[in-house]
């Protein structure tokens, strides 16, 4: 079954510190790959999106991500973290093909805290 | 503006009183679904649409009705709700077409409406 891991339910980092969120997804052919930003009593926003091409990809916000196949992971990554980027960040998957039914399957989660 | 919306945004209400949390699309598209976030769980989807008058379920379907008769408006009943309906919902609409001559499949969520059973 396809499934979506975020290994880190909660990460620190200090403002203007770099970082990175993992994500590792299951599945048998090239997915389509999403990250999510969801803060603190908001619906969720579309960071960026991988569908084909260029495996790494540019988001807004200055986040960025990238697809690597033979680890089956796309994580995210910002080189310099601002306290607005306080959320909660959920990676997501959706599939291709004659059974496409539109449905994402997203991870747990992780948490991101900013220490001034 | 292109966006979702999602009425009410907080609703608290008491065991097997119906309620139908509505979304609403300006953007034209066909697909719309919605999905319930629970913590630890993160999303998952309950009932999706794929056109007007065409819907079908999605992973945790039980306890919840939906309905598609015009393209912009996809509404979610409980018609009985139980605590473990208390959740935060999502609904999302859907766009689909090539950019650039490569495919484009991509969702976009409302704000949410949280939910409390008691």
């Known amino acids: 079954a396809q499934s979506v891991t975020q290994p880190d339910i909660h990460i620190t980092v200090s403002e203007g510190a770099s970082l990175e969120l993992r994500c590792n997804y299951s599945?048998?052919?090239?997915?389509?790959l999403f990250w999510y930003v969801q803060s603190p009593g908001q619906g969720l926003q579309l960071l960026l999106k991988y569908f084909s091409g260029d495996t790494l990809v540019q988001g807004i916000k200055g986040f960025e991500a990238e697809f690597k196949r033979s680890q089956s992971s796309f994580n995210l990554r910002k080189p310099s973290v601002h306290w607005s980027d306080a959320a909660e960040y959920f990676c997501?998957?959706?599939?291709?093909?004659?059974?496409?039914?539109?449905?994402?399957?997203f991870g747990q989660g992780t948490t991101l805290q900013v220490k001034p | 503006e292109a966006q979702v919306t999602q009425n009410p945004r907080y609703l608290i209400t008491v065991t097997g009183k119906k309620l139908t949390v509505t979304c609403s699309q300006n953007m034209n598209h066909e697909y719309m679904s919605w999905y319930r976030q629970d913590p630890g769980l993160g999303l998952r989807q309950i009932y999706y649409s794929m056109n007007v008058e065409v819907t079908d379920k999605g992973d945790v379907p039980e306890g919840y009705k939906v309905s598609r008769k015009e393209k912009r408006n996809f509404p979610l009943i409980l018609e009985s709700p139980s605590p473990n309906q208390t959740s935060l919902y999502f609904c999302?609409?859907?766009?689909?077409?090539?950019?650039?001559?490569?495919?484009?499949?991509?969702?976009?969520f409302g704000p949410g409406t949280r939910l409390t059973v008691l």
């Open positions: 599945y048998g052919a090239t997915p389509y």
């Open positions: 999302a609409s859907r766009e689909t077409g090539t950019s650039g001559g490569a495919r484009t499949d991509t969702q976009y």
């Open positions: 997501a998957v959706g599939f291709d093909g004659s059974s496409n039914t539109g449905k994402l399957i």
